[in-house]
Nanobody
Framework: QVQLVESGGGLVQPGGSLRLSCTYETTEWIWGLSPMGWYRQAPGKPRDLVAGITNAGNTNYADSVKGRFTVSRDNGAKVLYLQVNNLKPEDTAVYFC?????????WGQGTQVTVSS
């Protein structure tokens, strides 16, 4: 069992930055050893993967966020981060973390990112 808590979202102007955090409270060893990812869901759209990271720190990104988003993790502290820079209105969404691929029963509440002038 795991509790995922995302935070750090907010309202920012285009070009702005945020640092999203995801804490995962669990006694399951798999969470510290498995790939994890950040996902986002805009209204009326499916939930999509935007960034993934392995236990070794290897990363991959959706084409739409490459060069602007950076994912990192602190396995000891059980925290996943997403630095989001040069935000665009199309980045507006609720952002979630989970394993990669995701575990369906583990989704948290997410954190809302709104990019608007």
């Amino acid at each position: 069992q795991v509790q995922l808590v995302e935070s750090g979202g907010g309202l920012v102007q285009p070009g702005g930055s945020l640092r999203l955090s995801c804490t995962y409270e669990t006694t399951e060893w798999i969470w510290g050893l498995s790939p994890m990812g950040w996902y986002r869901q805009a209204p009326g759209k499916p939930r999509d993967l935007v960034a993934g990271i392995t236990n070794a720190g290897n990363t991959n990104y959706a084409d739409s966020v490459k060069g602007r988003f950076t994912v990192s993790r602190d396995n000891g502290a059980k925290v996943l981060y997403l630095q989001v820079n040069n935000l665009k209105p199309e980045d507006t969404a609720v952002y979630f973390c989970n394993l990669k691929p995701p575990r369906a029963e583990s989704w948290g509440q997410g954190t809302q990112v709104t990019v608007s002038s």
